[in-house]
């Protein structure tokens, strides 16, 4: 099992371009995060989604939209990107409640984003 | 609201030192649940402990343990003899029970550095 993975895992953008973060996991997990991290400020969570086709809104949404079309992928696209967008994104899965079991997340390897 | 707050934001310890990394948090919940993840300098989050707030039994795990205090609303983490490995940034979180997608609130993180 791979567990999550990201694409890419770098990237460069100049200010106003468009990108998409692809997320994907193995694990048959019904819920999805897209976090970003800042030095200082922990992670931060921009999106979320409870399964396929639904998605909601975190901490930070500005600037950032999110698809999860398939149960395994969860994208975030930045429609015109910013300096302030310059972060590492990370990608998390868990399994939905269980019994009133909680679930950890699973973390991606992260993407590292700079916007000049 | 939620709120984690790590305090440390940065600790240096030789070799061999005890070191206890502070995690402090607020919730209006009854019911909910508090994380330690580690990050490595290779940069993925690596899932350490899940503690709920109906067990407030101290955990150990080899070199780790885990102090959860409800009154004081605190969940330490201390690591015994520390080694170079242990060098990482440490994250506290917490999530509570109404919280549909098991959504995490993280602490700004303690980058921990052990010397030889």
């Known amino acids: 099992n791979a567990g999550v993975t990201q694409t890419p895992k770098f990237r460069v953008l100049k200010t106003g371009q468009s990108m998409t973060l692809l997320c994907a996991q193995d694990m048959n997990h019904e819920y999805m995060y897209w976090y970003r991290q800042d030095p200082g400020m922990g992670l931060r969570l921009i999106h979320y989604s409870v399964g396929e086709g639904t998605t909601a809104k975190g901490e930070v949404p500005d600037g950032y939209n999110v698809s999860r079309l398939k149960k395994q992928n969860f994208l975030l696209g930045l429609e015109s990107a910013a300096p302030s967008q310059t972060s590492v994104y990370f990608c998390a899965s868990s399994a939905s409640w269980a019994g009133g079991f909680y679930n950890e997340q699973f973390f991606g390897p992260g993407t590292r984003l700079t916007v000049l | 609201a939620q709120k984690v707050t790590q305090a440390q934001t940065e600790i240096s310890v030789v070799e061999k030192e005890d070191v206890t990394l502070d995690c402090v948090y607020e919730?209006?919940?009854?019911?909910?649940?508090l994380f330690w993840y580690k990050q490595p300098p290779s940069g993925e989050l690596v899932f350490l402990i899940r503690?709920?707030?109906?067990?407030?039994q101290n955990e150990i795990s080899g070199r780790y343990s885990w102090n959860f205090q409800k009154s004081t609303s605190s969940f330490n983490f201390t690591i015994t003899a520390s080694q170079v490995v242990d060098s990482a940034v440490y994250f506290c979180a917490l999530s509570d029970h109404n919280n549909a997608g098991n959504m995490l609130t993280f602490g700004g993180g303690t980058r921990l550095m052990v010397k030889p």
């Open positions: 919730t209006r919940d009854t019911t909910y649940y």
């Open positions: 503690r709920n707030s109906f067990d407030e």
